[in-house]
């Protein structure tokens, strides 16, 4: 049969385009599996960027820093990097290590959409208790509080740090 109306071509190509970037939009906002979105989201995120503030707390006896395993006791810094639907977004982590153990850490967001202020806040809000009391090579952080794009630039600021406290 010969289809005497057809659908010109640039107009269906415009309409599959704009249908998988429905998609792609709507599983960045499900909340979901974290390792499901991840592939999407590291493919056209920038990498994890240090504010290289190494600062690690001296030992008052000796003014050496302490290192007590695999990473020296003092307190990190770096920035890491995500990708959203809407932006790119970064979250400054401060991290303190000793005996090889988280015993602090403080995230601050700059959230450039709306939707990553509230995913931002929430994320904030629940990492202390992920990552406090933890060996700093058991953290492992997918999903706090429903945010899960967030944990991926918090992970690429663990790295950073990981590499600077290396004893």
């Known amino acids: 049969m010969i289809r005497t109306t057809a659908v010109p071509r640039p107009v269906r190509i415009g ?13 960045g906002c499900s909340g979901g599996n974290a390792d499901a979105a991840a592939p999407a989201a590291s493919a056209s995120s920038p990498a994890a960027s240090s504010a290289p503030s190494g ?5 008052s006896s000796s003014g050496a820093a302490a290192s007590n395993g695999v990473y020296s006791d003092g307190t990190y810094e770096a ?8 932006s790119v977004e970064t979250v400054d982590v401060t991290l303190t290590i000793a005996g090889d153990t988280v015993t602090d850490v403080t995230v601050t967001g700059d959230p450039q959409a709306a939707e990553s202020r509230r995913y ?19 953290i492992s952080v997918s999903k706090v509080a429903g945010s899960s794009l967030t944990s991926g ?9 990981k590499s600077e406290a290396k004893a």
């Open 15 to 27: 309409t599959a385009l704009l249908g998988v970037a429905g998609v792609v939009t709507l599983a």
């Open 55 to 59: 600062s690690a707390t001296t030992d």
């Open 79 to 86: 920035t890491g990097q995500y990708a959203t639907p809407e």
């Open 120 to 138: 931002q806040s929430e994320f904030i809000g629940g990492i202390k208790d992920e990552v406090v009391g933890k060996k700093v090579d058991e």
């Open 153 to 161: 630039g918090f992970m690429k600021a663990l790295d950073t740090i």
